[in-house]
């Protein structure tokens, strides 16, 4: 199996790259951004349950996330691998993640990170905000979601480096350009 996590800060194009990787390698795309608006817009009791969190910018409990996630490989049993796209986030939830893991005698096979700067981020998740109409995307929000990605991704970027799992890519230019040096450094793992 192989099991790849995508980090880059919201707006860094994390969610189409990882759509792009699921489909050219045959993995299961995991979003727990997805996940959570699906259930936002289909008001379920899930979706009750984290809006009101989204909308200030602040994380999901890791509990609610790691339930989310198990049943996603669950119903994925016999997946080649996944992808995943936002999570983990904390040192505990990728301890969470290698346990889960650890159940099916699976691991992290690679950990890429999309490089973009704060400023660009900021003008691209505006410029969504406009086209989108999303709530979750104003400017003190934007700004919140980027303090709690650099305080608390930048740890899982050392953890992962530790285990030498680790590589990234700048996050700017055209999506397929992007993409090419994406697949560069995961054909390097598979």
Same mark, same amino acid.
């Given at each position: 199996?192989?099991?790849?996590? #995508?980090?880059? $800060? $919201?707006?860094?194009?994390?969610? !189409?790259?990882?759509?792009?990787?699921?489909?050219?390698? @045959?993995?299961?795309? /995991?979003?727990?951004?997805? /996940? %959570?608006?699906?259930?936002?817009?289909? =008001? !379920?009791?899930?979706?009750?349950?984290?809006?009101?969190?989204?909308?200030?910018?602040? #994380?999901? $409990?890791?509990? +609610? #996330?790691?339930?989310?996630?198990?049943?996603?490989?669950?119903?994925?049993? =016999?997946?080649?691998?996944?992808?995943?796209?936002?999570?983990?986030? !904390?040192?505990?939830?990728?301890?969470?993640?290698?346990?889960?893991?650890?159940?099916?005698?699976?691991?992290?096979? +690679?950990?890429?990170? +999309?490089?973009?700067?704060?400023?660009? *981020?900021?003008?691209? #998740?505006?410029?969504?905000?406009?086209?989108?109409?999303?709530?979750?995307?104003?400017?003190?929000?934007?700004?919140?979601?980027? =303090?709690?990605?650099? &305080?608390? !991704?930048? $740890?899982? *970027?050392?953890?992962? @480096?530790?285990?030498?799992? %680790?590589?990234?890519?700048?996050?700017?230019?055209?999506? &397929?350009? /992007? %993409?090419?040096?994406?697949? =560069? +450094? /995961?054909?390097?793992?598979?």
């Amino acid at each position: 199996m192989f099991n790849f996590i #995508l980090f880059g $800060p $919201p707006g860094s194009g994390k969610g !189409t790259q990882s759509v792009k990787i699921a489909e050219k390698y @045959k993995l299961v795309h /995991i979003s727990t951004g997805d /996940i %959570f608006r699906k259930n936002i817009r289909e =008001k !379920t009791t899930l979706g009750l349950k984290v809006q009101a969190i989204i909308e200030k910018g602040d #994380l999901v $409990p890791d509990a +609610l #996330l790691i339930e989310i996630l198990e049943d996603a490989l669950l119903q994925h049993s =016999k997946a080649r691998g996944f992808v995943f796209d936002g999570f983990p986030r !904390t040192i505990q939830q990728a301890h969470d993640l290698d346990t889960m893991l650890g159940k099916k005698n699976e691991a992290v096979s +690679l950990v890429l990170a +999309l490089e973009v700067g704060d400023e660009e *981020i900021l003008k691209r #998740l505006l410029k969504r905000a406009e086209i989108e109409g999303r709530k979750d995307d104003t400017k003190e929000v934007i700004e919140n979601r980027i =303090k709690i990605y650099n &305080d608390q !991704t930048q $740890p899982l *970027i050392d953890f992962y @480096k530790s285990k030498k799992k %680790f590589q990234s890519v700048k996050g700017i230019g055209g999506i &397929d350009q /992007i %993409f090419a040096e994406v697949c =560069k +450094l /995961i054909d390097r793992f598979i």
